[in-house]
């Protein structure tokens, strides 16, 4: 079986915080050492001493984390500038951590690093993947083709990327007792382990799909051959391309898609977009809207469909990675996202998540992850 606690503190004293989390860390877990942790924080704390309070009273804890745009629990619900801490116990569930440091420099060696560390322990087969990786010194879509590749198409993989509160300066990756950038930390779980997820955005694609027809990682110059911003003057009119109507990237048979969000940045004498995340020459596209119940809805969505594909009886614990642009174009409803995730369920379930920038998961029905945009995912764990 799986057990999970969830603890999580609003108050901004970084020493405050961790106690108060580390006090109801003790009361819920009643005696039971937790074998690995998830740390959500805010980007103002001080990381460090808050590592140590963890690891001074959890000393062979499996424990890794970032800083975020936004955090979320059972706890407190939607809060920002809070400490949250999630902690896992099984005796016939495994889950190791790793680090690979320096992503921007040597991404493979990086990888394998953190790979080779994190599969030490493990006597059956990895099941997944948890990662929360570095979001502004390397590209994502690469980040995550290089793990796909690494473990194989076997393994999902589910998380997302740090952040720091819409600043873009520097996010930070948390591994043991060390506070890194640049890096990329993950759990790999294997044993008695049962999940599920879902994937939603609340974006609905309209007008005509087209064809990227010349793209240079994360800016899209052609679509169909004439600029990428005619394509959005067609529908928007001299709007200017913004995250409120990202690009819905098609799979390869149409089915499915994940999302593009332009990053406000363009060239209007080549007419070119910059987005948040790569988009490959070839790819199907298509110009998308939405509206603020639409987004909020889409959190019910992707964690009904995690529910309705769990395959064993109840979940032990719920993690939920919402994109930074959602919390954005939200503002003050953002806290109605959580909140309705939780109406789906009919008894308390222990979960945590944060607001990142950009998350990761496979598409719906697909065990390859990908990367998204101003999506909202649920992954559900448990081990029965």
């Known amino acids: 079986m799986l057990k999970s606690v969830v603890c999580h503190s609003n108050d901004p004293d970084s020493l405050a915080a961790i106690t108060e989390v580390l006090e109801q860390c003790h009361d819920s877990l009643s005696g039971e050492i937790p074998q690995a942790g998830i740390l959500f924080a805010a980007i103002d704390f001080d990381h460090s001493l808050i590592l140590h309070q963890i690891h001074q009273q959890y000393p062979e804890i499996q424990l890794i984390g970032g800083t975020t745009d936004g955090e979320m629990s059972s706890v407190l619900g939607f809060e920002q500038d809070s400490l949250m801490l999630m902690l896992f116990c099984s005796d016939r569930i495994t889950i190791r951590a790793g680090i690979g440091r320096g992503i921007s420099k040597d991404l493979q060696r990086a990888i394998q690093t953190a790979i080779v560390q994190a ?5 059956d087969p990895i099941k997944l ?11 994502a879509v690469l980040i995550l083709d290089s793990l796909n590749q690494a473990l194989g198409k076997q393994v999902p993989i589910f998380g997302g990327l740090t952040a720091d509160q819409w600043r873009f300066q520097q996010t930070y990756q948390f591994f043991g007792t060390e506070v890194c950038s640049d890096a990329i930390p993950i759990l790999l779980i294997s044993g008695e382990i049962l999940f599920s997820h879902g994937v939603a955005s609340g974006w609905n694609p309209v007008g005509k799909k087209g064809i990227v027809t010349k793209a240079s990682q994360n800016i899209l110059y052609e679509i169909d051959r004439k600029p990428a911003l005619e394509f959005y003057h067609h529908y928007l009119g001299k709007m200017a391309p913004s995250s409120e109507y990202p690009l819905a990237v098609f799979d390869v048979d149409e089915s499915h898609y994940y999302m593009r969000a332009p990053s406000g940045a363009y060239d209007p ?3 070119s977009v910059t987005f948040f995340g790569d988009i490959p020459e070839g790819a199907i596209v298509q110009i998308t809207e939405t509206t603020h119940d639409n987004i909020l809805t889409a959190s019910r969505r992707s964690m009904m469909q995690a529910l309705e594909t769990y395959p064993g009886k109840v979940p032990a614990a719920a993690l939920y990675f919402s994109c930074a642009g959602r919390r954005q174009i939200l503002g003050s409803r953002t806290k109605e996202e959580y909140a309705l995730t939780q109406t789906c369920l009919t008894q308390a379930l222990p979960s945590c998540g944060f607001y990142t920038n950009g998350e990761i998961s496979p598409l719906k029905n697909q ?3 990908c990367f998204h945009n101003e999506t909202f995912i649920t992954l559900l764990l448990g081990g029965e």
């Open 119 to 123: 599969k030490t322990g493990h006597q």
């Open 129 to 139: 993947c948890i990662t929360f990786p570095e979001s502004l010194t390397a590209s």
């Open 269 to 271: 004498a080549v007419g």
């Open 367 to 369: 065990k390859i992850s």
